[in-house]
C-alpha cells in the first residue's frame, strides 16, 4: 500500500510497521525499545511522528477529499504517534522532520536522560551506545533537570557472565522481553514500579544457555559481559566477523580483539542460520585461545627434550622423517571443526604420501549428510510438526530457539530495504505457543522438552527400536490406517495413543521436519530408522553432526579408505607416524600404547568447551572473582620480549616510562606552540564542534557487506537524505 | 430476549460506559467476534482507586445483587460464561459482601450451569486487586488478573479480539452494568427519555470536599454542578475557589457561576476544557495553597506509575513531583513556572496509556487559572494560602 514518508511515496505491504515506513525511506527517528525479531511494545516513546491517513466516508465509501487541492484530505493523529507499534494504512502520511516532531523527540529525550548517569568515559558501552548516539542527534545537549538523579546499584551481578548498572538502565525493556519471546526462559522482569522500577531476577543467576545476547542488544551500559568488562574501549576493537565453530550450528559470530587479544565474541547477524542470538557456550568459550600453555612456536625433541624451532627448521624435520616412511605408515586426522581447505590440504598430503590413514575425529558411525530431503534452519523455523530426537538443547543450542521460534507460529521476517524489520508487528508480547506441533524424544528429561506438546522418554540406546516403531506405525497396514504394536510400545515405556498421535501429526503436516542429533547419528540403524520415518511420513530432516564442520568434511570424503584405518587405530599404534590437527591424543584415554607416548605432543592444548568454561567461571562466591588482567594478577600471556632474569622487568618499565615523558612533554610543547598561534578571535570555552554529516556516521546498507550489519556499528541511519537531515533541526547543528 | 436484542436495546438506551471514558456501553458490547468454540469473558471493572471517587463502592457494598444482575446481563449479552469482578484490595468490607452475595446467587440458582433452563451458564470469580491505581485501565487490569505485572497492553488488539488469556473479552465499569439492569427492566426508551442528547439517563455523582452533606447521588445526566453542589449536598461550608469535576485526572475548573451552571453531562463540560469523568466532584476551598492541593494529586500519580513508558516514569514520576516539592518548599525560583509548563507539554499525548496525562489534568488547569498563586508562592517563598489541612479550620 502507498505511503508517503516525507515527501517519498512508498509501497508497503500491509502490516508494516510505521517506524520501517521511515527508515525504507532512508529517513531516521531514534527507538531503544523496538529491537528485530521482538515484538514492538511502545515503551520508550522515542520513535515520535506526526502521522495522518486519509478517510473514507461511511456513507459513500469515497475518499474525503481535500476542498482545495481535490486530492484524498489528510487526517493528522491529534498527537505524535508511537511509528514502532502504528501499521501503516493506505495513503498513511508520516512526517518525522517536522518542528513539532522535534520538540516531542528532544522533549522526550530529555526525560530519558534525566535519571542516567552519564558517566559515558568510564562505560565499556561508550563508543557503541545506542543513547549516546541518539541523545546526540535528537537531544537538546542541555539538560534542565536541576535534582539529584536516581541512585540505584552500579553493578549488580546478574550472574556470574553479566553485570547490570541499575543506574544506566533505560528500562526499554529488550532484556525482559528476549527472555520470554526468544529463549522462552522467563528469568528476568521489571520489579518495583514508577520511578523506582528496576530490572532483577527472583533467583540467584539466570538459568538459560541464552543469556549473553542480553549484553548486545541493551541499548545502554546497563548490561554488561562481565567477562570483557573494563577490558577496552569499542573504538580501540578490531571488530572481525566470524563463524562460531562450537557446535554443527556455525552462528555468524563479531568477535573483537584488542592488541591482538581476543577480549569478547558478540553476535552476529545471519538471517538464515542464527537471526541475532547466539548461545553462552559460542559466546564466553573462547578463552582457550589465549591460553597460557598454548604452543606458539614449532618444538622439535632434541636428545629427549623438547626444543623450540624454526618453521623452515620444522618442516624440513617432518619432511626428512616422512620420507623414510612407508605406504599406509603414516596416519593423518583433523579435528572435526577444521575447515575445508585444511580438510583439502590433509588429503592432498596424504595422497602424496599414499596413504589411506586419514580421518576426521569425531565422527559418527552414521553419516552426518541425512537420507531424504534436507531441511534448513529457517524451515525448521517455519515448520508446522517438529520431531526431535535427543538433546538439542545441549548439541546445538540455536537449533534448539529455531524450534522454539516455529512454535509462536510466524514466519521469519522478508527483509526491508534497511534490513530485517525493527518493529514486526505480527510479533506480540507473551504470544500464546503451539507447544502441540513440538515432539522431544529422549531418554532423560531434556530443556525442550519444558516447551514440547507431547514428550517421550524412551530406555537410553533404544532410539532404533523407538524409531522402528514409528516406522511401522508410519506405514501402516494394508489398509493405510496407522499400525502401532502395542506391545512393543509399551516395552518402550510409550502408550499406542502417543505414537499414534506423532505419527499423524507428522503425516498430516505440510511442513514437517524430524530432527536429530548425536543420539541417532551414533548407530547406522538408528539413522537408517530415521530415514525411513522421514520418507513413510513425508518430513524433512536435519541432521545434527557432531562439531561445526563434520558435515563438509564427509563432503570432502576425509575418511579412511578401509574400516580399520580410522582415528581409533591409528591412535592404538598402527602407524608410524601420526600427523594431527586440533586433537589431542594424549594421557587420559585409557588404551595409550608405549607408541603413542612417543608421539605425545609437547604440551596439550587445551580445549575448552562450553561446559568446561562454565563450571571453570562457578567460583564460591566472593572468592577470586577478579582473577584477570588489569586486577592485580600477572597478565595470562607473557608478553613477548620479557625474559626471566633480574631486574629486567623493571628496567623495562622505567625505560617505557622515560619514553612516555618524552612524549607527553613534546605533546605538551605542540600544544602550548598551537595555542599560541590561535586566532585572536576565537570565543573562550566554546569549541564549535565538528558538524556531523550523515556520510561519516555509517555507511547505507547497501554498502555494507553482505548487507548485513555488524552489531555496534549498524547503520541505523542509513544516510540516504544529508540534505533532509541537515535541515533537521536546531537541536543538532546549532549545539556548542 | 435473544443476546443479540439485549445489545441493541443498550445501544438503543444511549448507555455510555461510566468508568470514565464515555464510550457507548452497547456499541463496546457490539465488538465482540461472532460467538466461536473459545472461552469468553465479562470482567467488571471494580477498581474504582481514582481519588474522589467512590460510587462503585456504594455499589458493591449495599446493592452487590445489582451488580451481579447486570454482569448475568451483559455475559448473556455477549455469550460469556464467566464473569470475572476485579475489585479493589482496599475495598475489603465491598469485598466480603460481594462474596456472599455471589454465594447467595449460586444457592438461588442465578449462578451456575443451565440457569433456569434456559441452556446459559454464568458464573463469577471474584478477583482482589494489590492496590494498583493502574489496574484500573483495561488492559493492565487484565493482565493483573493474570497474575503477570499490572503494565497496560498494547492497543489494538483490543479486549473484544484478545483479553483475558487472549481470549474475547468485555470490560465494564460497575455503574454501566447496574444501569443495564435497570434499562433491560425498564426499556430503553425510559432510559434514554433521561438525560440529554448526547449524554442519556441518569448517573451516580459523588461530591466530597468542605460541602454540607458530601457523598454519592444519583441525578439524571446534563444536571449543573450547581443543583449537585447546593441543592442536594447542601452547599459549600467555606469559601470555595475550584472544584475538580469528574474525579482527581479531570481538569480542575474555577468556582463562578459560568462553570457552575454547566451541565453535567460528556459534552458541555468537555466544552469547558474539563472532562466528566467518574462524576467525582471535589471541591477546593480558598483558604488552601493550590499548588499543595496539586502536589498532592501529583504524588499520587507518581507513586502510581507503572513505570513502563518513559514520560511518565521519568517525566512525572522522576521530575514533576521534585519540582512540586520544590516549588511547595518555597525554593522555586524564576523560570521554574515555564518549565513546568514545557514538561506537561512534552508529556500530554505522548505516553503509552491515559496515566500521564491524567496527572497532567490537575497540573495545567490549576496553572491555567491559580497562575497567580504560583508566582506569589515563587517569588515570596510562602503561599499565598496557608492552610495545611482541608478540614481544619
Known sequence: MKVVVNGIELDLKPGTSAIDAVFAAGHDVPYFCSQEYMSPIGACRLCLAKVGAPRKDRDTGEWIKDDETGEPKIFYFPNPMATCTTAVMEGMVIDTLSKEVQQAQSGMMEFTLINHPLDCPVCDKGGACELQDRAYEYGQGTSRFQFDKRHQEKHHALSDLITLDRERCIHCKRCVRYFEEIPGDEVLDFIERGGHTYIGTLEEGLPSNFTGNITDMCPVGALLDTTSRFRGRNWEYDHTRSTCLDCAVGCATTVDARTGRIERVKSGRNTQINNDWICDGGRFGHEYVGADDRLETPLIRKNGSLEPASWDEATAFIADKLKTMGQHEVGIALRADATLEEAIGATSLADQLNTGQRDHYPRPAASVIPQGTQATLNQVATSDAIF???????????????????????????????????????LKERMPRKREILTVAAPYHVDLMNHAGQTLHYGAGREVDMLSLLVTAAQGDADGNVNVDAQKAAELGLSAEQVVEIVVGLQQAENAVIVYGGFVLASKHAANAAAALAKATGAKVMAVGPMANSYGLEHLALLPSQSGFGYASMLRGDVKALILSGLDPGPGRRRSPSTLRELEPARRPRQLSHRDHRTRRRRPPGQNRLRKRGHGHEPRRPLPERQAGPGRCGQRRRLYRRDQGARRRARRADGRAEYAQRPPEAPQGARPRPERTAGRRAAPASQVPGGQHLRGQRPRHTGGQPAARAEHGPGRTDRA | MKPAEVVNEVKASGLRGRGGAGFPTGVK????????????????????????????????????????????IGGYAIGATIGIIYIRGEYWQGYERLLQAVKDAREAGYLGKNLFDSGFDFDIILHRGAGAYICGEETSLMNSFEGLRANPRLKPPFPAQAGVYGLPTTINNVTSLTSAVHIINKGADWFSAMGTDDSKG?????????????????????????????????GPTEEVKAFIPGGSSTPMLPFDDEHLDTPMDYGSIAKKGSMLGTGGVILIPKQKCIVNATWNLVRFYAHESCGKCTPCREGISGWMTKMYQKLVQGLGAEGDLDLLDNMAQNIKGKAFCPLADACLGPVQSSLKYFRDEYEYLVEHGAPMYTRDSWWQE
Not at chain 1, 546445538?396 to 534490513?419: N, S, T
Not at chain 2, 460467538?35 to 465479562?42: A, K, L, M, P, S
Not at chain 2, 451516580?204 to 449536598?233: H, N
Open chain 1, 388 to 426: 526431535v530426537i535427543g538433546d538439542l538443547t545441549e548439541e546445538a543450542p540455536i537449533v534448539d530457539l529455531r524450534i522454539k521460534e516455529a512454535l509462536k507460529g510466524v514466519a521469519p521476517p522478508e527483509l526491508m530495504p534497511h534490513g530485517v524489520p525493527i518493529a514486526d508487528l505480527r
Open chain 2, 202 to 234: 441518569t448517573k451516580l455523582y459523588q461530591i466530597s470536599g468542605p460541602v454540607a452533606k458530601p457523598g454519592v447521588y444519583e441525578m439524571p445526566m446534563g444536571s449543573s454542578f450547581r443543583e449537585l453542589i447546593y441543592d442536594l449536598a447542601g
Open chain 2, 29 to 72: 458490547w457490539s465488538f465482540m467476534p461472532p460467538v466461536d468454540e473459545r472461552q469468553r469473558f465479562i470482567v467488571c471493572n471494580a477498581d474504582e482507586s481514582e481519588p474522589g471517587s467512590f460510587k462503585d463502592r456504594y455499589i458493591l457494598e449495599d446493592d452487590p445483587h445489582q451488580l451481579i444482575e447486570g454482569m448475568i
